[in-house]
């Protein structure tokens, strides 16, 4: 079956919803999402969006925060747009129903609350309590729902994109989409295709984000011939609660924003010896100050401690936490809560311009699995549900002006028919777990040669075995799944492998230093045969382009 539309959007994520909802008022939109409308890792965020809101904040200081945690490699015209666009897209969310925590005494206009969170140097994180991305998802898709020019298409999965090759040039078609209820698969046909479909934190055996995650974006945009860049600055997010009821249950940056303390677990406190700012150090020094001390003690876990603040303070500002804790057995108010850190978000992805454009014609990306070069070598805290918003509207603006000028061409049917063979559920499930065991034990916080070299072997291995049962196999979410994970891990230990240096996220043993002479540039993958090929520039056939026909 083919169905034939304006605007393809996959993924219903902050990033799918914001752009859905825009490029509605000028064409009939499809959202194709694998799971449940709400299913995201938009809908797990809990601390909040970062903008200057505070009339004693400035965008010069946001935008520093930013350069500073992306240690030289942010790309500077994509934050300034990032920090000074950010406040009107805040407002605008506010006008779409969302309900931010309010404060009447707060000096902003806005009245917002405003929090604080590590690396940032001012309050400005604006929240819905801590459960910031689940009242953003209720919003967007509320709005969504009520539009008539979006079509809505849940538990679709989709394949792989539809590429027609024109010379050298790329152009995207649309996508191949696994309806995972009757197995059917249609082509949707589109003008124009945004990429919205999130990070890949599942390719990691402890991660933070929930089973969409499995870098299907990433992977697709690969095989169709896009440029992926920066792989290999992954998010250990220092702070998810370690208990066998709750498995990588995130405790907001934001806790520690308010006071929390950590501690080991005779009490002593660390983070003064490895950061001058101690417990509000970003991210990446807090996740590798407690793998060190975890690797030195032996111990499972250490602790954050907020024992010291009002019980009614926590109660008001972490409901979500304080409850879950207590879930099992833990009252965040008179206990220290044990944790450990998590595989969290990706700074790199599919290659964009910051109009969202990629190096395929007429496709899109957003959200967590573009990367727009805001982040650099790390992301600072909350800027990322930001990213998203920032991004969609001028995406959507910039597919309104070139979409009148595409003209659909024809597309093949999926071969359906090809896939017949029976996959047995064991095996995707013992291959989904070699290769996110591998990833976890080689590819984490501090990382060896000889570590990414026994990642490589395995993830090769498992990739080969995922192609072989995707040629012929009967499709399935937990297939199709698979084999994008198998290629993001790929993507993600080549790139670690070639940048011979440490910096932000990427910790080397084997390269402890900066090496600005040499690295400090984006890791740009792109398909070249069976293996993806490092490249140091985007070549002519590469440049951003959109309105091809
Ligand atoms: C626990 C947690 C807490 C966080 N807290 C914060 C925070 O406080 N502030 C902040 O800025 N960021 C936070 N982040 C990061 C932030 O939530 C994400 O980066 C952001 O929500 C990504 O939005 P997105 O729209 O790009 O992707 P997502 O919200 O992940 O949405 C992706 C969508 O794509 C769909 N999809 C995926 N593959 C396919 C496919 N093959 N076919 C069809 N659909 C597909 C998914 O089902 C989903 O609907 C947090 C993340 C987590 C996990």
Redesign the pocket.
């Given at each position: 079956m083919i169905i034939d539309v304006d605007v393809l959007v996959?993924?219903?994520?902050?990033?799918?919803l914001s752009f859905a909802l825009r490029a509605a008022q000028y064409g009939r939109v499809a959202l194709?999402?694998?799971?449940r409308d709400t299913?995201?890792?938009?809908?797990?965020?809990?601390?909040?969006?970062?903008a200057v809101i505070d009339p004693d904040d400035s965008f010069e200081a946001h935008i520093r925060d930013t350069l500073t945690t992306g240690v030289g490699l942010c790309h500077e015209d994509a934050v300034e747009i990032l920090v000074r666009e950010g406040p009107d897209r805040v407002r605008e969310l506010i006008e779409l129903g969302v309900r931010f925590t309010r404060n009447s005494k707060a000096k902003n206009p806005l009245h917002l609350h405003l929090g604080r969170e590590g690396g940032h140097s001012a309050r400005r994180i604006v929240h819905a309590a801590d459960l910031?991305?689940r009242e953003i998802e209720r919003a967007l898709v509320a709005q969504v729902k009520a539009n008539h020019d979006i079509r809505l298409f849940e538990h679709?999965?989709?394949i792989d994109l539809i590429i027609e090759r024109v010379n050298e040039k790329k152009i995207c078609r649309g996508a191949y989409?696994l309806d995972s209820e009757t197995g059917d698969v249609t082509a949707f046909r589109a003008k124009v295709t945004m990429l919205?479909?999130?990070?890949l934190?599942r390719v990691y055996l402890h991660t933070?984000?929930?089973e969409?995650?499995?870098g299907?974006?990433v992977a697709?945009a690969y095989r169709a011939g896009a440029v992926i860049a920066n792989m290999e600055f992954i998010q250990f997010h220092p702070t998810t609660l370690y208990h066998p009821g709750a498995r990588s249950f995130?405790i907001?940056?934001a806790v520690r924003g308010e006071g929390g303390i950590l501690r080991l677990s005779t009490g002593e406190t660390f983070m003064e010896k490895y950061h001058e700012m101690g417990n509000l150090a970003p991210r990446d020094v807090v996740a590798r100050a407690i793998d060190a001390e975890l690797k030195k003690s032996g111990e499972e876990c250490v602790y954050l401690d907020v024992t010291h603040l009002p019980p009614d303070f926590i109660k008001e500002h972490f409901p979500h936490i304080y409850e879950t804790c207590l879930s099992v057995g833990i009252d965040i108010t008179k206990d220290w809560i044990p944790i450990v850190p998590a595989a969290?978000?990706a700074c790199g992805g599919v290659l964009t311009d910051t109009e969202g454009r990629t190096t395929i014609a007429n496709l899109y990306a957003?959200?967590?699995?573009a990367c727009t070069g805001v982040h650099g070598a790390n992301r600072l805290?909350?800027?990322?549900?930001?990213e998203?918003i920032v991004f969609a509207r001028r995406a959507a603006l910039d597919a309104e002006k070139s979409i009148h000028s595409v003209v659909p061409d024809e597309v093949q049917e999926f071969p359906i028919e090809n896939h017949t063979l029976p996959v047995s559920e064991d095996e995707l499930d013992e291959l989904t777990l070699t290769l996110r065991t591998a990833m976890w034990k080689y590819v984490g916080i501090v990382r060896s040669n000889e570590r990414l070299q026994k990642a490589l072997s395995v993830i090769r291995e498992v990739k080969e075995r995922a192609e072989r049962l995707y040629e012929r196999g009967r499709l399935s979410p937990k297939l199709?799944e698979l084999r994008?994970m198998a290629q993001t891990a790929e993507l993600i230990v080549l790139s670690a492998l070639w940048r011979k240096e440490s910096r932000g996220l990427h910790y080397n043993l084997d390269y402890p230093e900066t090496d600005d002479v040499n690295f400090k540039r984006d890791t740009l993958l792109v398909r070249n045969g069976p293996v993806p090929e490092q490249v140091s520039a985007l070549s002519a056939s590469e440049q951003f382009s959109v309105g091809s026909s």
């Open positions: 996959l993924g219903s994520g902050i990033a799918g194709v999402t694998k799971k299913e995201s890792n938009t809908n797990y965020a809990q601390g909040g969006v970062a910031t991305g679709d999965h989709a989409v919205a479909t999130g990070g934190g933070t984000n929930p969409i995650a499995t299907d974006g697709m995130l907001s940056e969290h978000y957003c959200g967590e699995v805290a909350s800027n990322s549900l930001l998203a199709l994008n």
